[in-house]
């Protein structure tokens, strides 16, 4: 295949790197870039000044701190108000499923309970005692429930938020720290309401003025510009919950956006490519960081190391994404069908399968000649980084579109019919 790149970097190469490494963050919002823009302008600067050595480091601290970072929601609200349905909502879990938090039973604890997510050990959201039931003032109570420790607060109402709330975000607003209003159950005012008033009954008019009614008690409390979302725990495409995860996403700081994202459900297609572009930016600054210090020739030939990183890789992927066996067996169980007749619909878990008649050099091959053919993509704009970055893209494009078919066969219910595998060409940018 030739060369794509110089085996030995000249300054040319090293000041292209500045225009490749801006105008590739520029195709993300400024909320859903994995890097802190103090973070970002520091690796230019470097690159810009040539010190390449540094702008390698502190691209790898970056990942590293991405890597490591963990995160801490706290949920608190009045007995009743689901706060463990909204608790197992956030990550995914079934109320019969193990390690559920409990639902429907009458909140005893004084202390705190954390409930760690399933797949990201790292997330924990924590259900914290009623504020009313402490009799604590709510500075003593953001003291015993070690306040610090949490990365943002979700205050959790089925009704109308009490004084007792209100005084809670007030103090919490001392901390520096963010607070968000949840209103659950609006499914059941929308049912009690159409039963009332059948002839009258406005589903929009409704939540209209149940928000306004929690905006207009929040501010008459001297709480000004509230964020309040109408949610139901039963029903997470329906309502503002889609809405609070984009507002929580791009409230967090930059490195711990990327676990929260993988962290929660796949509720729309949406957030399956928010996903996507997440792990590509991952997948992008550890090519770009292996390239600015390689300038390798690129040649068609893997290793069983460079083998066995896919493999990896690809199993990550369908970890972060709910394509794995344990999500397949969840979903088939939910689905009551076969695991195996998921397993037909989707290409991820025989993907690179070395009984595959076409090896991974020609599945690489022809992922780049589609590259080439629909205007490079990132091949286009830089041609530093090795073969792995490729393939890895690849596997991350058909895991994408494993999640997008099993989040339309979960939503769907439909039974799939068995049918054979395509090589599908890829053309995404």
């Known amino acids: 295949m030739g060369q794509l790149f110089s085996a030995t970097p000249n300054h040319a190469q090293h000041q292209a ?9 520029n195709n993300f919002e400024m909320g859903s870039i994995i890097i802190s823009q103090k ?16 702008a390698n480091s502190t691209i790898r601290y970056a990942l590293k701190e991405i890597d490591n970072t963990q995160l801490d929601i706290a ?70 429930v070690k306040f610090r420790e949490y ?41 009690n309401e159409e039963m009332s008033k059948p002839t009258t009954f406005d589903r929009e008019n409704v939540l209209q003025q149940i928000r306004e009614d929690c905006v207009r008690n929040l501010k008459k409390n001297n709480i000004d510009e509230p964020q309040i979302f109408l949610i139901s725990n039963n029903n997470l495409s329906e309502y503002d919950f889609p809405i609070m995860m984009d507002t929580l996403i791009k409230d967090l700081p930059a490195q ?45 030939f893997f290793s069983n190391n460079e083998v066995e990183k896919l493999k990896a890789s690809l199993n990550q992927y369908r970890v972060l994404f709910g394509v794995d066996d344990a999500s397949l067996k969840t979903l088939a169980k939910h689905l009551q ?29 022809r992922y780049l000649k589609n590259f080439f053919i629909h205007g490079g993509g990132p091949l286009g704009a830089a041609l530093y980084y090795n073969k792995i970055y490729y393939l890895q893209l690849y ?16 939503y769907s219910g439909k039974q799939f019919k068995s049918k054979p595998h395509t090589a599908a060409d890829h053309k995404r940018t």
Do not use: C
């Not at 973070?39 to 540094?54: A, D, H, R």
């Not at 559920?100 to 997510?117: D, F, I, L, N, S």
């Not at 399956?272 to 997948?283: A, F, L, P």
């Open 17 to 25: 790197l500045v225009p490749r490494f801006t105008s590739y963050f």
């Open 39 to 54: 973070t970002f302008s520091l690796i230019v600067s470097l690159l810009q000044k040539g010190n390449i050595q540094e």
């Open 75 to 144: 949920v608190t609200g009045e007995s009743g108000a689901g706060k463990s349905s909204f608790i197992n909502a956030l990550r995914g879990v079934g109320h019969e499923e193990k390690d559920a938090a409990p639902v429907g039973v009458v909140e005893m604890t004084m202390e705190r309970t954390a409930y760690k997510h399933p797949n990201f050990p790292s997330v924990t959201i924590w259900e914290l005692p009623a504020i009313g039931a402490t009799n604590l003032e709510p500075k003593d109570y953001l003291d015993k």
């Open 151 to 191: 990365d943002f607060f979700i205050i959790v109402s089925a009704t109308r938020f009490k004084k007792i709330d209100l005084d809670l975000a007030k103090a919490i607003k001392t901390t520096k720290k963010n607070f968000y209003f949840v209103r659950t159950k609006v499914d059941s005012d929308l049912r």
């Open 256 to 300: 711990k956006r990327h676990i929260f994202k993988f962290s929660l459900p796949n509720i729309m297609e949406a957030d399956i490519e928010r996903k996507r572009d997440s792990q590509m930016q991952y997948i992008w600054l550890e090519a770009f960081n292996a390239g600015v210090s390689a300038f390798t020739p690129f040649k068609i």
């Open 337 to 365: 069908v076969p695991e195996e007749q998921l397993k037909e619909i989707i290409k991820s878990p025989t993907l690179l399968e070395t009984e595959k008649e076409e090896t991974i050099g020609e599945m690489l091959l």
């Open 395 to 410: 596997l991350l494009d058909t895991v994408t579109d494993d999640a997008k078919v099993l989040l339309k066969a979960k």
